[in-house]
Each structure stands twice: as C-alpha cells, then as structure tokens.
C-alpha cells in the first residue's frame, strides 16, 4: 500500500462542476506535487509545492487551482474543465533535499473523466 | 529502449530470466535518477535510485547502470518473475524537478 493516500480514486464531473481531488501524506515530507498522466504517456508535472508554498506551475491552465493547506495536505480544485483535462491526476511527496536528491512517493491516482 | 509515441516499447522475456530495460536521458544537469514501476492501476512505485557521482548500484534483485558520458540509464531486472510485468519509467531529476521517460513496458511469460 502507498503512504501517499488520494481520494476519491474516480471521478466523474461535467465540463460545468467544481470538484476537488485530495492528497494526504504522514511521512513528514515537506515538498509535495501534482502529476497529469494520460493513458500510455509519462507523467508530466503540474504543480509543486515546497514548506507549502507553491514552487513551480509548469503553465498549467487556470482552471486547476492547487492549494496546500498544511503540511500533510495537498489539495487540486477544479472548476470548468474540458474533455482533454481527462486522465490520471498523481499526487507525489518526498523530503526537501537542499543538495542531497530524494525519491518522489506516489499516490495510486485519481482517475478523471470530464462528460 | 524509451519513446514517446502511441505505443509503448515492450520487453518480452521468460520467467527466470534477466531483463534489461534502457532509457536515454536529455539533461546534462540532472544529477539524479530514478527508476519507476508502475503496475496497471497504480501510481509510480520507487524501485531503486542512482546518483550522478555513481555509475551503478544494486538493490535486491536490480541493478541501476548509468553511464553519464552517453546519458544512458539501464535497469537490470535478475531472475525476472511475473510480478515484475509493468510500464517501467526512467526520471531524471535537475533542481527538485522529475523528467519521466517514455517507458517500456515489461511482459513476463511463464
């Protein structure tokens, strides 16, 4: 089982809702972050956060909005997707590294399809 | 081998056997490297990591080979067992940044 826990494992949503996907992590890692996957591609980064703030926004649209409200807590709200937002949304976690490197843990995903 | 494309590279090999799965990485900075195994509904799940000032180490059953003066990553997979079929991802990482690979996806035959 992974110590990265991510809820709800599917969602359903139209183009119009507002949802949230959520991260949760108890490693006490202080840098945590968001991952787009789609089907038979890599994950590509999105969003990170460092000590809860927000570090690095690869051009990600305006419509995923990223929160961090603590340091165990990572939250994506979403609001007027479009049917190419539809994928596998990876949370990450891993300790603040300075100059020494650190794995990244994983989440098992939220799977996300916009009708 | 690694690409980016509609259809992942796969590996076929025998259960028992050795597997090798390879990974070109572009960045002359990044100083880090992961392999990743990622199981069919699952995230990414930490395999074994390799720092640049090394060019190999050996986990239970894996061994990371990197070779910087190519930019070549290797995975070595001992004994491979039909547990082991997945999408292996390499990532390189420059400044808290992971760059995946394409991926390959393992298939053991029994």
């Known amino acids: 089982d992974t110590e990265v826990t991510q809820t709800p494992k599917h969602l359903v949503m139209g183009m119009t809702n507002k949802k949230s996907l959520k991260c949760e992590q108890h490693m006490g890692h202080r840098a945590m972050y968001w991952y787009k996957q789609k089907a038979k591609k890599p994950p590509e980064l999105m969003f990170v956060y460092s000590y809860e703030k927000l570090s690095i926004n690869e051009s990600v649209p305006s419509r995923f909005s990223p929160e961090c409200p603590n340091s165990s807590l990572l939250n994506l709200h979403l609001h007027a997707l479009q049917p190419e937002d539809s994928a596998l949304y990876l949370c990450a976690s891993s300790q603040v590294s300075g100059n020494s490197n650190q794995p990244q843990h994983f989440g098992d995903g939220t799977r996300l399809s916009i009708l | 081998g690694e690409s980016v494309g509609l259809h992942l590279p796969t590996l076929s090999v025998q259960e028992g056997d050795n597997s090798i799965i390879n990974c070109a990485y572009s960045n002359s900075a990044s100083d880090y490297f992961i392999w990743y195994k990622q199981e069919s509904g699952k995230g990414p799940q930490f395999i074994i990591d390799?720092?640049?000032?090394?060019d190999k180490r050996q986990g239970q059953r894996v061994t990371v080979l990197l070779n910087k003066t190519v930019k070549h990553l290797s995975l070595q997979i001992a004994a491979t067992q039909p547990g082991d079929s997945a999408v292996y991802f390499c990532a390189e990482n420059a400044g808290n940044m992971l760059t995946f690979g394409g991926g390959t996806r393992l298939m053991v035959k029994p």
């Open positions: 390799i720092r640049s000032n090394m």
